[in-house]
Each structure stands twice: as structure tokens, then as C-alpha cells.
């Protein structure tokens, strides 16, 4: 059976699905300082995951990071701040993504809305 989370993830959560959105915490309205959140996706066993951003807006120094696999001793598929995720199409090898969002203690921006699939 395939279980479609339709709902957003919230800091901290995991999802299992195909296909779902992630949002940074407060989106669209800006993250917080000294925040870690942690996000991991599931999906079908056998099956990649493909994750792209519709939004993405880190302050300097506010960092995701994003690992093929089901801990953050996984391989590294990016670091992002900035915008740098916004255009880019990550796939995973493994049925898992693991998300790190890590801010620092100033600046906030808007955070990320991610799609995967
Ligand atoms: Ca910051």
C-alpha cells in the first residue's frame, strides 16, 4: 500500500509517501535563530526520491543539508544557503532523504518550501 502524505511536515518530523511538500518552520513567515530541524522522507523501498524547492530563501550562514540516506552519515548530495537550492533537482539513490536545517543565532529569512516525489 502506498501512504500519500498530503500535509506538510513540520521541524522535526519524518513523512512517509511518494510525493509531499516540506516546509522550514513558520513558512512563509521567517525561521528562527539557533534552530536544528530535522526532516526524513520514506519512500517505497526499490525507489529514488526526486526533491526539488518551489521557494527557497536562507540568510547567510543558515545552512539545509541533504543526505542519501536515513542518517546524516549518509552521502552528501548538497549543502544550500542562499538560494543556491532554487533550479536544482536532487535524486537519491536510496528510499530515504535525510534533511538537516541548521540556522545560526542572527538573520532570518522566509526558509524553504520543498516538493518530492
Ligand atoms: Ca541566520
Redesign the pocket.
Known amino acids: 500500500m502506498i501512504v500519500v502524505i498530503l500535509f506538510p511536515a513540520e521541524c522535526g518530523n519524518s513523512v512517509t509517501g511518494t510525493q509531499g511538500t516540506l516546509l522550514s518552520p513558520n513558512f512563509p513567515v521567517n525561521y528562527n535563530?539557533n534552530h536544528e530541524c530535522i526532516y526524513s522522507i520514506q519512500t517505497q523501498p526499490g525507489k529514488g526520491i526526486q526533491l526539488k524547492a518551489r521557494a527557497f530563501e536562507l540568510?547567510e550562514?543558515?545552512v539545509l543539508k541533504v543526505y542519501d540516506g536515513n542518517n546524516n552519515s549518509a552521502r552528501l548530495l548538497g549543502v544550500f544557503s542562499r538560494s543556491e537550492m532554487m533550479g536544482v533537482t536532487l535524486n537519491s539513490t536510496s528510499s530515504s532523504l535525510w534533511l538537516d536545517f541548521i540556522?545560526?543565532t542572527?538573520?532570518?529569512s522566509k526558509g524553504f518550501e520543498l516538493q518530492f516525489s
Open positions: 535563530n540568510s550562514g543558515d540556522t545560526d542572527e538573520n532570518t
